[in-house]
């Protein structure tokens, strides 16, 4: 949909700085107010601009803004070619390629979610962080089987609607592979494939590499790069612990899900996977249609293993109500007998 561009400046107060949700390494986010002229109602939605067009920006060189507008303008490409996907943050439209509308998502990041909001609450259960670990599989998964790589797959572009579902968002680095243009390699720090050093080498597995440190950060609780502690990379901690089965450590992080026994295979098939996912042997990391299958068997796993205790604790009721039916035809009045 294209939008009005100055219906756009009016929306965010002409980029008032009380609307700025956040400023990425290309662009500024603003909060916005829409009139919907067909139901007569306003809609908050996110506003990504170039730094440049933000009236209060430092003043940007000639080829930073050349660079921030083509980022914006192929982000917009990249999303305006998307169908809808539950699990991608969905886009909304644009104003003469210079403005992007999409859904706004009120809730934060899975990085504040995971590391922020955890130093004052705990994290989510398990079952919780394995179910947004899933969405974000499918997302991925929907990605590829379009032919777009994202490139920036981390935990800060893992961002919370208002019903706490998660989408992947940040398009900036995504890549058409139909456009056939190869670009120069890109993507952050902690997540980004060592073997991902020339364009050439750019492939689906490139995604599915970030996709196992945010698994990985996902199930342990802990930063992809965490310079407090040593190894600072989350990969070269949890890869070695995870061959040697030692997985007790990686998994106590996070509530619901610290190796008890119900959780504790599932977990271990879940590490298996981030660890093949984050391998530098490319080929041997799994699809991410792959991923997204192991997750639900993983997710089902505890399930499965519930009908086990359910019947104990069927038995185990059915043996008191017995003990009680017992107890009362063996006792008379003014006698007493004791069933064990
Ligand atoms: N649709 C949205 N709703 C709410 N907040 C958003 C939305 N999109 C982005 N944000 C927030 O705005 C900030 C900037 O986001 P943006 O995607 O531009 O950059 P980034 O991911 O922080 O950085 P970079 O582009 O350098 O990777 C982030 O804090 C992000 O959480």
Redesign the pocket.
């Known amino acids: 949909m294209e939008f009005d561009y100055e219906k756009l400046v009016s929306a965010t107060d002409g980029f008032s700085p009380s609307r700025l ?9 603003y ?1 916005g107010l829409l009139h919907e002229e067909h139901n007569k109602r306003h809609r908050v ?2 506003i ?1 601009t170039p730094s440049l067009l933000s009236s209060r920006s430092q003043p940007s060189s000639l080829i930073t803004k050349t660079e921030q507008m083509k ?1 914006l303008e192929d982000e917009i490409s990249v999303m305006s070619s998307l169908p809808y996907n539950p699990h991608v ?1 969905t886009f909304l439209g644009h104003a003469e390629k210079r403005l992007m509308v ?5 809730n ?2 899975l990085h ?1 979610l995971l590391h922020v909001s955890s130093a004052t609450t705990s994290p989510p259960t398990w079952l919780k962080r394995i179910e947004i670990a899933l969405k974000i599989a499918r997302a991925v998964h929907f990605l590829h089987e379009q032919d777009i790589l994202h490139r ?1 797959i ?1 935990s ?2 893992i ?1 919370f609607d208002s019903n706490w579902e998660p989408k992947l ?2 398009f ?2 995504a890549v058409d592979l139909a456009d056939k243009k190869v670009p120069t390699p890109a993507g ?1 720090i902690g997540y980004l494939d060592p073997c991902y050093t020339s364009p050439e080498n750019l492939s689906a597995k490139t995604d599915v590499y970030s996709y196992g440190v945010v698994l990985l950060e996902i199930v342990s609780c802990r930063k992809a790069i965490d310079v407090s502690r040593s190894p600072a990379s989350i990969v070269d901690w949890a890869v070695p612990l995870i061959e040697e089965g030692e997985i007790g450590e990686i998994c106590g992080g996070g509530s619901g899900g610290r190796g008890s026994g119900v959780f504790m295979e599932a977990n271990l098939r879940l590490l298996r996977m981030a660890a093949r996912c984050v391998s530098s042997d490319v080929e041997s990391r799994p699809s991410s249609g792959e991923i997204a299958a192991e997750m639900v068997a993983c997710l089902t796993e505890p399930v499965r293993s519930l009908p086990l205790w359910v019947s104990f604790f069927r038995g185990v009721v059915k043996l008191k109500r017995r003990k009680k039916r017992l107890r009362e035809r063996m006792t008379w009045p003014g006698q007493t007998c004791r069933v064990r």
């Not at 949700?21 to 986010?29: E, M, R």
């Open positions: 949700i956040g400023k990425g390494s290309h662009g500024y986010v909060e939605v996110a990504k980022k943050l999409v859904e706004f998502m009120p934060g990041s504040q920036d981390k800060d572009n961002l968002a940040d900036g680095l952050t």
